[in-house]
Structures are given as structure tokens and as C-alpha cells.
């Protein structure tokens, strides 16, 4: 397909792990990218991995990147309320454009 | 407080009004954008201004029309709207380029009604 897709919801509960999906489009996009948008807010950048990388840790979040798939994941351990969001997964292109996806709402339960 | 401001965050207008959004970025970015949030849609990107040029009009019909006097400023001009058109609008700067990581900074968006 021609957009970055993902799945649009993921509930979990408060504690669990949670962890989202992406496959994206252009095998040479240099950066991927997880952006987080909480409610009534814009986007913002959550953490990105260059493409050379099979993953990146940084604290209680876990990128990973399958080049040979186009896949792309982000797991967020110990889920908290306040990780409730919508995270939306984006690569950019040679022309420094970003495609993003649909976006998947995290609803954290207690 | 992303450093990018956008104004009004809510607008509900008829399909003969004219209005516009802003959007105002503290930055020293020198690339503005302008996206579309749709539910259960891909964010779309509608267009690109560098140095105040524009370099990207991903086919978005002339109902709406954007304009950058410089490069801290942009608006997005609304006339003669669809209700199909309601949507969060969401504006975003970068560096040149994108700069180092190719990061955008977006602002809260306006969310936009069209009866």
C-alpha cells in the first residue's frame, strides 16, 4: 500500500506492556518516527530511530525496526494512565517530507 | 508550549463564510506546514512553505488557500467549505530541510466545523 499503516486501538491495562505496530512505505527513509498526541494537543516527537538501528531503548520505551519488513514497533513498558494518547508512526522521505499514519488511541484501563 | 501557536482552536463556520486560521511559530524555523487530522485517516499533508515559498500543494482544492508573509507566520484561508472539510488542522515548523532528524513541531491545531 501507499500509506503508513497501523492499527487504530489498542487497549491495556495500567502495569501491562503495550505495543504498537507500524509498516511503512519508503525503504529509504533515513528516520522513523513515533509521535505522541495527547487529547486537545498537537503532536509531538516521542522518539524516532535512525534507520541503521534494529533498536532503541530509552527508558520504559523500546523502538524496533525490521528493514526487510518496512516494520516498525514501539513498546512502552509498565503502562500508565498518563500514556493514554494517540501515537501516530511516521518515516520521511528523500524529499524531507514526513508521511505519517492513521494514528492508534491507547486507552490505559485500571 | 510547543513554540508554534495556532488561532482559534476551535472555529465553526457555514459553507459561505470566510475565515482564516494562524499559526505562529517562536522557533527561527524556516519550514511551515499545514496538515489535516481526519479520524481513522492518515494525517495529510495539505502544504509546504521554505524561506516563505511555497514548494508543496499536495492537490488541496482552491477552498482553501494558504499564505506565508514571512517565516514566522501562516494562515490558512477558508471560503466556501464543505462539511466534509470539518477536521483538525494542525500547522508545524521545522528546520530547513528538516534540520538534524527531521522533526516537526506542531502546534495544538484548530479544530474546524463546518455546518
Known amino acids: 500500500g501507499e500509506d503508513v499503516e497501523q492499527s487504530l486501538f489498542l487497549s491495556v491495562r495500567e502495569g501491562d506492556s503495550s505495543v504498537i505496530n507500524c509498516t511503512y512505505t519508503d525503504s529509504s527513509s533515513t528516520y522513523l518516527y513515533w509521535y505522541k498526541q495527547e487529547p486537545g494537543a498537537g503532536l509531538q516527537l516521542l522518539t524516532y530511530?535512525?534507520?541503521?538501528?534494529d533498536m532503541k531503548q530509552d527508558q520504559r520505551l523500546t523502538v524496533l525496526l525490521n528493514k526487510k519488513d518496512k516494520h516498525l514497533s514501539l513498546r512502552i513498558a509498565d503502562t500508565q494512565t498518563g500514556d493514554s494518547a494517540i501515537y501516530f508512526c511516521?518515516?520521511?522521505?528523500?524529499?524531507?517530507?514526513?508521511?505519517f499514519g492513521a494514528g492508534t488511541t491507547v486507552t490505559v484501563r485500571a | 508550549e510547543t513554540g508554534v501557536t495556532q488561532t482559534p482552536r476551535h472555529l465553526v463556520m457555514g459553507m459561505t463564510n470566510k475565515k482564516s486560521l494562524k499559526c505562529e511559530q517562536h522557533l527561527g524555523h524556516n519550514a511551515m506546514y499545514w496538515y489535516k487530522q481526519s479520524a481513522k485517516k492518515p494525517l495529510e499533508l495539505m502544504f509546504v512553505?521554505?524561506?516563505?515559498?511555497?514548494?508543496e500543494n499536495n492537490s488541496v482544492p482552491s477552498r482553501f488557500s494558504p499564505e506565508c508573509p514571512n517565516s514566522s507566520h501562516l494562515f490558512l484561508h477558508l471560503h466556501t467549505l464543505q462539511p466534509e472539510d470539518s477536521a483538525l488542522y494542525l500547522c508545524?515548523?521545522?528546520?530547513?530541510?528538516?534540520?538534524?532528524?527531521?522533526?516537526?513541531?506542531f502546534g495544538e491545531g484548530s479544530r474546524l466545523t463546518v455546518l
Open positions: 530511530i535512525f534507520s541503521n538501528m
Open positions: 511516521a518515516e520521511v522521505h528523500n524529499d524531507y517530507k514526513l508521511s
Open positions: 512553505y521554505n524561506f516563505k515559498e511555497q514548494t
Open positions: 508545524a515548523s521545522s528546520p530547513p530541510r528538516g534540520g538534524a532528524t527531521g522533526e516537526l513541531f
